[in-house]
Protein backbone atom coordinates (compact mmCIF):
# COMPACT_ATOMS: atom_id res chain seq x y z
CA UNK A 1 0.00 0.00 0.00
CA UNK A 2 1.22 3.54 -0.26
CA UNK A 3 2.83 6.10 2.12
CA UNK A 4 0.52 8.92 2.38
CA UNK A 5 2.51 11.99 3.95
CA UNK A 6 1.32 15.45 4.80
CA UNK A 7 3.11 18.42 5.61
CA UNK A 8 0.79 21.13 7.41
CA UNK A 9 2.35 24.21 8.31
CA UNK A 10 0.48 26.53 10.28
CA UNK A 11 1.38 29.97 11.13
CA UNK A 12 0.21 32.46 14.01
CA UNK A 13 1.78 33.43 16.68
CA UNK A 14 3.41 30.23 17.36
CA UNK A 15 4.75 27.75 14.99
CA UNK A 16 3.38 24.50 15.19
CA UNK A 17 4.94 21.37 13.26
CA UNK A 18 2.96 17.98 12.97
CA UNK A 19 4.52 15.89 10.98
CA UNK A 20 2.47 12.23 10.35
CA UNK A 21 3.87 9.21 8.65
CA UNK A 22 1.76 6.00 8.22
CA UNK A 23 2.61 2.72 6.97
CA UNK A 24 1.02 -0.23 6.21
CA UNK A 25 1.46 -3.38 4.18
CA UNK A 26 2.66 -7.39 4.09
CA UNK A 27 2.44 -10.20 1.78
CA UNK A 28 2.70 -13.82 2.28
CA UNK A 29 4.21 -14.35 -1.49
CA UNK A 30 7.92 -15.12 -1.67
CA UNK A 31 9.17 -11.28 -1.79
CA UNK A 32 12.66 -9.58 -1.67
CA UNK A 33 12.60 -6.15 0.48
CA UNK A 34 15.42 -4.54 -0.97
CA UNK A 35 18.19 -2.57 2.23
CA UNK A 36 15.38 -0.59 4.05
CA UNK A 37 15.56 2.29 6.92
CA UNK A 38 13.27 1.45 9.43
CA UNK A 39 10.24 3.89 9.64
CA UNK A 40 10.83 6.47 12.51
CA UNK A 41 7.72 7.26 14.42
CA UNK A 42 5.74 9.83 14.20
CA UNK A 43 6.17 12.80 16.55
CA UNK A 44 4.57 15.89 17.39
CA UNK A 45 5.15 19.30 18.45
CA UNK A 46 2.94 20.85 21.01
CA UNK A 47 2.97 24.31 22.12
CA UNK A 48 0.72 25.20 24.78
CA UNK A 49 -0.34 28.59 24.10
CA UNK A 50 0.78 31.22 26.65
CA UNK A 51 -1.71 33.54 27.69
CA UNK A 52 -1.05 37.25 29.24
CA UNK A 53 -4.08 38.60 31.57
CA UNK A 54 -6.92 40.25 30.15
CA UNK A 55 -6.66 44.51 30.57
CA UNK A 56 -9.85 46.06 30.04
CA UNK A 57 -9.08 48.30 26.94
CA UNK A 58 -9.29 52.01 27.49
CA UNK A 59 -9.94 53.12 23.67
CA UNK A 60 -10.34 50.88 20.34
CA UNK A 61 -7.30 49.16 19.72
CA UNK A 62 -5.43 49.46 16.90
CA UNK A 63 -4.13 46.77 14.88
CA UNK A 64 -1.17 46.61 13.16
CA UNK A 65 -1.32 44.61 9.65
CA UNK A 66 0.76 41.21 10.20
CA UNK A 67 3.14 40.30 7.55
CA UNK A 68 3.24 36.84 6.21
CA UNK A 69 5.79 35.04 7.46
CA UNK A 70 8.53 33.83 4.86
CA UNK A 71 9.78 30.17 5.74
CA UNK A 72 12.85 29.38 3.31
CA UNK A 73 12.78 26.29 2.25
CA UNK A 74 14.81 23.53 3.85
CA UNK A 75 16.76 20.76 1.77
CA UNK A 76 13.96 18.06 2.38
CA UNK A 77 11.32 20.31 1.14
CA UNK A 78 12.89 20.77 -1.42
CA UNK A 79 13.60 17.03 -2.30
CA UNK A 80 10.13 16.34 -1.65
CA UNK A 81 8.77 19.08 -4.22
CA UNK A 82 11.28 16.99 -6.40
CA UNK A 83 10.16 13.45 -5.76
CA UNK A 84 6.26 14.15 -4.96
CA UNK A 85 6.37 9.91 -4.52
CA UNK A 86 8.95 9.85 -1.81
CA UNK A 87 8.89 7.65 1.32
CA UNK A 88 6.29 5.43 -1.07
CA UNK A 89 6.80 2.34 -1.46
CA UNK A 90 7.90 0.92 -4.97
CA UNK A 91 6.19 -3.07 -5.42
CA UNK A 92 7.59 -4.69 -8.65
CA UNK A 93 6.03 -7.91 -9.76
CA UNK A 94 9.21 -10.58 -11.15
CA UNK A 95 7.44 -13.22 -12.80
CA UNK A 96 9.70 -16.28 -13.66
CA UNK A 97 10.02 -19.83 -14.01
CA UNK A 98 11.59 -22.26 -11.79
CA UNK A 99 9.97 -25.37 -12.35
CA UNK A 100 8.19 -25.70 -15.71
CA UNK A 101 9.87 -26.87 -18.53
CA UNK A 102 12.20 -23.69 -18.79
CA UNK A 103 13.55 -23.68 -15.26
CA UNK A 104 16.83 -23.82 -16.56
CA UNK A 105 16.79 -20.01 -17.26
CA UNK A 106 14.25 -18.86 -14.61
CA UNK A 107 17.72 -18.10 -11.71
CA UNK A 108 19.50 -16.50 -13.93
CA UNK A 109 17.09 -14.13 -15.54
CA UNK A 110 16.31 -13.32 -11.46
CA UNK A 111 19.94 -13.00 -10.39
CA UNK A 112 20.84 -10.36 -13.37
CA UNK A 113 17.07 -8.71 -12.48
CA UNK A 114 18.48 -8.12 -8.71
CA UNK A 115 21.83 -7.00 -10.12
CA UNK A 116 20.15 -4.46 -12.63
CA UNK A 117 18.14 -2.94 -9.49
CA UNK A 118 21.57 -2.63 -8.08
CA UNK A 119 23.49 -1.10 -10.65
CA UNK A 120 20.72 1.43 -11.69
CA UNK A 121 19.61 2.62 -8.05
CA UNK A 122 23.42 2.37 -7.18
CA UNK A 123 23.10 0.09 -4.28
CA UNK A 124 20.48 2.18 -2.84
CA UNK A 125 17.75 0.01 -3.72
CA UNK A 126 15.73 2.98 -4.00
CA UNK A 127 14.28 5.08 -7.10
CA UNK A 128 12.88 8.65 -6.89
CA UNK A 129 12.44 8.60 -3.18
CA UNK A 130 10.78 5.56 -3.80
CA UNK A 131 12.11 2.23 -1.26
CA UNK A 132 11.66 -0.83 -3.95
CA UNK A 133 10.59 -4.74 -2.93
CA UNK A 134 10.07 -7.64 -5.44
CA UNK A 135 7.50 -10.05 -4.90
CA UNK A 136 8.53 -12.95 -7.18
CA UNK A 137 6.58 -15.71 -8.16
CA UNK A 138 7.12 -19.08 -10.27
CA UNK A 139 4.74 -19.71 -12.95
CA UNK A 140 6.09 -22.42 -14.16
CA UNK A 141 5.71 -21.24 -18.12
CA UNK A 142 1.93 -22.25 -17.34
CA UNK A 143 -0.13 -19.02 -18.67
CA UNK A 144 -3.24 -20.19 -16.68
CA UNK A 145 -0.67 -19.36 -13.29
CA UNK A 146 0.66 -16.60 -14.83
CA UNK A 147 -2.50 -14.85 -15.32
CA UNK A 148 -3.61 -16.23 -11.60
CA UNK A 149 -0.14 -14.40 -10.26
CA UNK A 150 -0.55 -11.41 -12.40
CA UNK A 151 -3.81 -10.62 -11.12
CA UNK A 152 -2.14 -11.68 -7.17
CA UNK A 153 0.51 -9.64 -7.58
CA UNK A 154 -1.37 -6.44 -8.73
CA UNK A 155 -4.54 -6.84 -6.31
CA UNK A 156 -3.02 -8.13 -2.97
CA UNK A 157 0.72 -6.82 -3.39
CA UNK A 158 0.26 -3.87 -4.54
CA UNK A 159 2.36 -4.32 -7.89
CA UNK A 160 2.74 -1.48 -9.70
CA UNK A 161 4.62 -2.80 -12.57
CA UNK A 162 5.04 -6.47 -13.61
CA UNK A 163 8.44 -7.89 -15.55
CA UNK A 164 9.09 -10.92 -16.61
CA UNK A 165 7.80 -14.27 -18.05
CA UNK A 166 10.64 -16.77 -19.19
CA UNK A 167 7.68 -18.25 -21.37
CA UNK A 168 6.12 -16.42 -24.50
CA UNK A 169 2.88 -18.39 -23.54
CA UNK A 170 3.04 -16.93 -20.17
CA UNK A 171 3.38 -13.24 -21.54
CA UNK A 172 0.93 -13.46 -23.81
CA UNK A 173 -1.48 -14.34 -21.07
CA UNK A 174 -0.03 -11.75 -19.05
CA UNK A 175 -0.91 -8.56 -21.67
CA UNK A 176 -4.34 -8.67 -20.98
CA UNK A 177 -4.63 -8.58 -17.73
CA UNK A 178 -1.67 -5.97 -17.24
CA UNK A 179 -4.41 -3.82 -19.40
CA UNK A 180 -7.37 -4.26 -17.11
CA UNK A 181 -5.58 -3.25 -13.99
CA UNK A 182 -3.83 -0.29 -16.01
CA UNK A 183 -0.53 -1.57 -14.93
CA UNK A 184 2.91 -1.72 -17.01
CA UNK A 185 4.43 -4.71 -17.81
CA UNK A 186 7.69 -5.24 -19.32
CA UNK A 187 8.34 -9.09 -20.75
CA UNK A 188 11.79 -10.33 -20.43
CA UNK A 189 13.30 -12.90 -21.85
CA UNK A 190 10.43 -14.01 -23.87
CA UNK A 191 10.72 -13.97 -27.40
CA UNK A 192 7.62 -14.08 -29.55
CA UNK A 193 6.79 -11.23 -31.91
CA UNK A 194 3.30 -11.40 -31.29
CA UNK A 195 4.36 -9.61 -27.56
CA UNK A 196 4.47 -6.90 -29.10
CA UNK A 197 2.76 -7.04 -32.67
CA UNK A 198 -0.54 -9.08 -33.20
CA UNK A 199 -1.04 -9.61 -28.84
CA UNK A 200 0.16 -5.69 -28.29
CA UNK A 201 -1.32 -3.34 -25.96
CA UNK A 202 -0.18 -0.06 -24.60
CA UNK A 203 0.57 -1.37 -21.31
CA UNK A 204 3.07 -3.65 -22.54
CA UNK A 205 6.83 -3.21 -23.61
CA UNK A 206 9.73 -5.66 -23.44
CA UNK A 207 13.39 -5.36 -23.15
CA UNK A 208 13.73 -9.12 -24.79
CA UNK A 209 14.18 -9.06 -28.40
CA UNK A 210 11.68 -10.89 -30.57
CA UNK A 211 12.57 -13.81 -32.81
CA UNK A 212 11.44 -11.63 -36.52
CA UNK A 213 15.13 -10.15 -34.83
CA UNK A 214 16.85 -13.47 -34.63
CA UNK A 215 15.29 -14.38 -37.95
CA UNK A 216 16.90 -11.06 -39.56
CA UNK A 217 20.71 -11.92 -37.85
CA UNK A 218 20.92 -15.77 -38.88
CA UNK A 219 19.07 -15.02 -42.15
CA UNK A 220 21.81 -13.01 -42.86
CA UNK A 221 24.28 -15.12 -42.26
CA UNK A 222 22.79 -18.91 -43.39
CA UNK A 223 21.95 -17.43 -46.96
CA UNK A 224 25.21 -17.85 -48.18
CA UNK A 225 25.74 -21.58 -46.85
CA UNK A 226 22.90 -23.50 -48.99
CA UNK A 227 20.03 -23.26 -51.07
CA UNK A 228 17.74 -25.30 -49.61
CA UNK A 229 16.17 -25.28 -46.13
CA UNK A 230 14.16 -26.87 -43.04
CA UNK A 231 13.64 -26.07 -39.66
CA UNK A 232 12.33 -27.86 -36.25
CA UNK A 233 10.59 -25.85 -33.65
CA UNK A 234 8.54 -26.71 -30.14
CA UNK A 235 4.81 -26.49 -31.27
CA UNK A 236 4.56 -23.60 -28.83
CA UNK A 237 4.02 -19.93 -29.14
CA UNK A 238 7.66 -18.92 -29.22
CA UNK A 239 8.63 -21.90 -31.58
CA UNK A 240 5.94 -21.24 -34.19
CA UNK A 241 6.78 -17.02 -34.17
CA UNK A 242 10.44 -17.87 -34.13
CA UNK A 243 9.65 -20.76 -37.28
CA UNK A 244 7.60 -18.14 -39.44
CA UNK A 245 10.01 -15.51 -38.75
CA UNK A 246 12.73 -17.57 -40.29
CA UNK A 247 10.53 -18.60 -42.90
CA UNK A 248 9.36 -15.00 -44.73
CA UNK A 249 13.47 -14.02 -43.96
CA UNK A 250 15.00 -16.90 -45.81
CA UNK A 251 12.09 -17.01 -48.55
CA UNK A 252 12.60 -13.30 -48.79
CA UNK A 253 16.13 -13.85 -49.98
CA UNK A 254 15.87 -16.24 -52.16
CA UNK A 255 15.57 -19.90 -50.33
CA UNK A 256 13.50 -22.40 -50.37
CA UNK A 257 12.27 -25.21 -47.98
CA UNK A 258 12.15 -28.27 -48.81
CA UNK A 259 9.64 -29.39 -46.13
CA UNK A 260 5.99 -27.86 -45.17
CA UNK A 261 6.33 -25.17 -47.11
CA UNK A 262 3.64 -23.23 -46.88
CA UNK A 263 2.54 -20.35 -44.66
CA UNK A 264 1.23 -22.52 -42.02
CA UNK A 265 3.45 -24.94 -41.77
CA UNK A 266 6.57 -22.43 -42.57
CA UNK A 267 8.88 -25.01 -43.79
CA UNK A 268 9.03 -26.53 -40.37
CA UNK A 269 8.86 -29.81 -37.86
CA UNK A 270 7.25 -28.86 -35.22
CA UNK A 271 8.00 -31.29 -32.10
CA UNK A 272 6.12 -31.04 -27.83
CA UNK A 273 8.51 -29.21 -25.77
CA UNK A 274 8.71 -31.90 -23.41
CA UNK A 275 10.31 -34.29 -25.97
CA UNK A 276 13.52 -36.06 -25.50
CA UNK A 277 13.30 -38.87 -28.10
CA UNK A 278 13.49 -36.70 -31.16
CA UNK A 279 14.13 -39.80 -33.99
CA UNK A 280 11.34 -39.50 -35.57
CA UNK A 281 11.55 -35.29 -36.60
CA UNK A 282 15.24 -35.90 -37.13
CA UNK A 283 14.33 -38.61 -39.56
CA UNK A 284 11.57 -36.04 -41.24
CA UNK A 285 14.60 -33.20 -41.46
CA UNK A 286 16.89 -35.94 -43.03
CA UNK A 287 14.39 -36.97 -45.74
CA UNK A 288 13.67 -33.41 -46.59
CA UNK A 289 17.23 -33.39 -48.46
CA UNK A 290 18.15 -29.76 -47.39
CA UNK A 291 21.15 -27.97 -47.16
CA UNK A 292 20.69 -26.30 -44.10
CA UNK A 293 19.18 -27.33 -41.04
CA UNK A 294 17.71 -23.94 -38.69
CA UNK A 295 17.23 -25.42 -35.20
CA UNK A 296 14.41 -22.73 -32.86
CA UNK A 297 14.48 -24.33 -29.01
CA UNK A 298 14.41 -22.98 -25.74
CA UNK A 299 14.45 -25.59 -22.75
CA UNK A 300 16.41 -29.29 -21.59
CA UNK A 301 15.79 -30.57 -25.37
CA UNK A 302 18.49 -28.66 -26.70
CA UNK A 303 21.04 -31.75 -25.48
CA UNK A 304 18.66 -35.04 -26.32
CA UNK A 305 17.94 -32.89 -29.40
CA UNK A 306 21.92 -32.59 -30.71
CA UNK A 307 23.19 -35.97 -29.02
CA UNK A 308 20.60 -37.71 -31.15
CA UNK A 309 21.18 -35.52 -34.71
CA UNK A 310 24.83 -36.24 -33.77
CA UNK A 311 24.13 -40.21 -33.56
CA UNK A 312 21.69 -39.95 -37.13
CA UNK A 313 24.44 -38.03 -39.04
CA UNK A 314 22.50 -34.32 -39.32
CA UNK A 315 25.86 -32.81 -38.90
CA UNK A 316 27.37 -35.00 -41.70
CA UNK A 317 24.61 -34.12 -44.11
CA UNK A 318 23.47 -30.62 -43.11
CA UNK A 319 24.86 -27.20 -42.04
CA UNK A 320 22.95 -26.36 -38.81
CA UNK A 321 22.24 -23.07 -37.78
CA UNK A 322 20.43 -22.35 -34.54
CA UNK A 323 20.03 -20.04 -31.23
CA UNK A 324 23.25 -19.81 -29.79
CA UNK A 325 21.93 -20.45 -25.71
CA UNK A 326 23.10 -19.74 -22.18
CA UNK A 327 26.30 -21.39 -21.08
CA UNK A 328 24.98 -24.22 -18.84
CA UNK A 329 22.78 -25.22 -22.02
CA UNK A 330 26.35 -25.02 -24.25
CA UNK A 331 28.36 -27.30 -21.76
CA UNK A 332 25.70 -29.58 -21.40
CA UNK A 333 24.23 -29.61 -24.98
CA UNK A 334 26.64 -28.96 -27.94
CA UNK A 335 29.56 -31.18 -27.12
CA UNK A 336 28.19 -32.69 -30.32
CA UNK A 337 27.51 -29.60 -32.28
CA UNK A 338 30.60 -27.97 -32.04
CA UNK A 339 31.06 -25.79 -35.64
CA UNK A 340 27.48 -24.81 -35.26
CA UNK A 341 26.87 -20.89 -36.17
CA UNK A 342 23.99 -19.01 -35.15
CA UNK A 343 22.46 -16.04 -33.45
CA UNK A 344 23.64 -15.11 -30.05
CA UNK A 345 21.50 -12.83 -28.19
CA UNK A 346 24.54 -12.30 -25.99
CA UNK A 347 27.47 -13.89 -24.46
CA UNK A 348 29.76 -12.16 -21.76
CA UNK A 349 32.87 -11.99 -24.04
CA UNK A 350 31.24 -9.85 -26.61
CA UNK A 351 29.90 -6.42 -25.54
CA UNK A 352 32.99 -3.88 -24.70
CA UNK A 353 31.55 -1.65 -22.09
CA UNK A 354 31.65 -0.54 -18.84
CA UNK A 355 27.81 -1.87 -17.73
CA UNK A 356 28.81 -4.95 -19.23
CA UNK A 357 32.43 -4.94 -17.16
CA UNK A 358 30.29 -4.12 -14.28
CA UNK A 359 27.71 -7.18 -14.70
CA UNK A 360 30.54 -9.60 -15.31
CA UNK A 361 32.52 -8.85 -12.08
CA UNK A 362 29.58 -8.46 -10.06
CA UNK A 363 27.94 -11.54 -11.18
CA UNK A 364 31.33 -13.29 -10.49
CA UNK A 365 31.18 -12.23 -7.17
CA UNK A 366 27.96 -13.01 -6.09
CA UNK A 367 27.24 -16.32 -8.23
CA UNK A 368 30.63 -17.57 -9.22
CA UNK A 369 30.48 -17.82 -12.90
CA UNK A 370 29.51 -15.09 -15.90
CA UNK A 371 26.44 -13.62 -16.03
CA UNK A 372 24.47 -15.60 -19.51
CA UNK A 373 21.93 -13.92 -21.99
CA UNK A 374 18.77 -14.60 -19.30
CA UNK A 375 21.08 -12.49 -16.94
CA UNK A 376 22.00 -9.80 -19.73
CA UNK A 377 18.15 -9.70 -20.64
CA UNK A 378 16.99 -9.31 -16.32
CA UNK A 379 19.52 -6.86 -15.87
CA UNK A 380 18.08 -5.04 -18.99
CA UNK A 381 14.77 -4.68 -17.48
CA UNK A 382 15.51 -3.75 -14.07
CA UNK A 383 17.81 -0.91 -16.02
CA UNK A 384 14.09 -0.18 -17.95
CA UNK A 385 12.19 0.08 -15.08
CA UNK A 386 14.51 2.03 -12.61
CA UNK A 387 15.38 4.91 -15.85
CA UNK A 388 11.45 5.18 -16.61
CA UNK A 389 10.88 5.84 -13.28
CA UNK A 390 13.44 8.67 -12.61
CA UNK A 391 12.16 10.36 -15.71
CA UNK A 392 8.47 10.47 -14.54
CA UNK A 393 9.61 11.27 -10.87
CA UNK A 394 9.05 8.23 -8.82
CA UNK A 395 5.21 8.14 -10.80
CA UNK A 396 4.37 4.50 -11.79
CA UNK A 397 1.15 4.90 -13.43
CA UNK A 398 0.81 3.59 -16.68
CA UNK A 399 0.08 7.08 -17.89
CA UNK A 400 3.17 8.14 -17.23
CA UNK A 401 5.46 5.47 -18.05
CA UNK A 402 3.49 5.07 -21.47
CA UNK A 403 4.11 8.56 -22.17
CA UNK A 404 8.37 8.41 -20.94
CA UNK A 405 8.95 4.92 -22.96
CA UNK A 406 6.80 5.72 -26.16
CA UNK A 407 9.20 9.60 -26.12
CA UNK A 408 12.19 8.04 -28.24
CA UNK A 409 13.16 6.39 -24.80
CA UNK A 410 16.67 4.52 -24.84
CA UNK A 411 18.67 3.22 -21.97
CA UNK A 412 22.21 1.72 -21.43
CA UNK A 413 23.04 -1.71 -20.44
CA UNK A 414 25.16 -4.76 -20.27
CA UNK A 415 25.12 -5.01 -24.88
CA UNK A 416 25.10 -1.30 -24.73
CA UNK A 417 22.36 0.92 -26.19
CA UNK A 418 18.70 -0.33 -25.82
CA UNK A 419 15.83 1.94 -27.88
CA UNK A 420 12.36 1.40 -27.37
CA UNK A 421 10.76 1.40 -30.28
CA UNK A 422 7.56 4.10 -29.82
CA UNK A 423 5.05 2.71 -32.28
CA UNK A 424 4.81 -0.98 -31.41
CA UNK A 425 7.23 -1.00 -28.22
CA UNK A 426 9.88 -3.48 -29.42
CA UNK A 427 13.60 -3.18 -28.29
CA UNK A 428 16.13 -2.40 -30.76
CA UNK A 429 19.46 -3.78 -29.86
CA UNK A 430 22.17 -5.47 -30.69
CA UNK A 431 22.70 -9.35 -31.43
CA UNK A 432 25.76 -11.14 -32.49
CA UNK A 433 26.07 -14.29 -35.02
CA UNK A 434 28.84 -16.44 -33.64
CA UNK A 435 30.14 -20.09 -34.23
CA UNK A 436 30.57 -22.55 -31.29
CA UNK A 437 34.20 -23.12 -30.77
CA UNK A 438 33.93 -25.49 -28.07
CA UNK A 439 31.84 -26.64 -24.65
CA UNK A 440 34.86 -26.96 -22.34
CA UNK A 441 36.88 -23.91 -21.59
CA UNK A 442 37.06 -23.46 -17.91
CA UNK A 443 35.91 -19.84 -18.20
CA UNK A 444 32.40 -20.55 -20.42
CA UNK A 445 34.27 -18.94 -23.67
CA UNK A 446 32.33 -21.39 -25.83
CA UNK A 447 32.24 -19.15 -28.87
CA UNK A 448 34.01 -16.80 -31.36
CA UNK A 449 32.11 -13.63 -32.89
CA UNK A 450 31.49 -13.72 -36.85
CA UNK A 451 29.82 -10.52 -37.46
CA UNK A 452 27.63 -7.98 -34.56
CA UNK A 453 24.56 -6.50 -36.22
CA UNK A 454 24.30 -3.04 -34.26
CA UNK A 455 20.26 -1.81 -33.90
CA UNK A 456 20.12 -0.27 -36.23
CA UNK A 457 20.59 -3.40 -38.78
CA UNK A 458 18.30 -5.48 -36.70
CA UNK A 459 15.07 -3.51 -36.94
CA UNK A 460 12.01 -5.99 -37.58
CA UNK A 461 8.71 -4.97 -39.42
CA UNK A 462 5.75 -3.13 -37.59
CA UNK A 463 3.78 -5.75 -37.41
CA UNK A 464 0.51 -4.45 -35.72
CA UNK A 465 -2.65 -5.39 -36.54
CA UNK A 466 -6.53 -3.28 -36.22
CA UNK A 467 -7.61 -1.60 -34.25
CA UNK A 468 -3.63 -0.22 -33.71
CA UNK A 469 -2.16 -1.00 -37.19
CA UNK A 470 -2.62 2.71 -37.68
CA UNK A 471 0.68 3.05 -35.34
CA UNK A 472 2.53 1.37 -37.72
CA UNK A 473 2.70 4.52 -40.05
CA UNK A 474 3.42 7.24 -37.43
Known amino acids: MKNRRTLWIVLSLFTVFVLALSACGGTTATETTPTEAPAAEPTEAVVEPT ?84 VEMDNGSDPDTAVQQARELIEAEGAEILIGNVSSSAALATIPVAEENDVIY ?49 DNAFGIGSACAFYAIVTAGGGQFAANDTAEGCGTVYAPIETTDFTSYINQLLDSGADVLIVSWAGAGFAPMFQQMSQLGVFDEMTVGTGVGDNQTLAAGYADAVG ?39 MMSA ?67 VQEFGPETTVPPCALVDPYADRCAE
Open 186 to 234: IAEPAASPAITGENFSPNTFRTSRTSVQDALVMGSGLLGMGETFVQIAP
Open 340 to 378: VVGIQVYHYTLPNNEINDWLVQRHMEEYGTPPDLWAAGG
Open 383 to 449: IMAVEGLKATNGDASADALIATYEDNFSFEGPKGTTTIRAADHVALQTLYFVRVTNVTDPEFKFVEL
Open 51 to 134: EAPAEEPTEAPTEAPVEEATVAPTEEAAAESEQPFAGEELVIGLMTDKSGALAIYGPSQTQGFYLGLEYATEGTMEVAGRPIRV
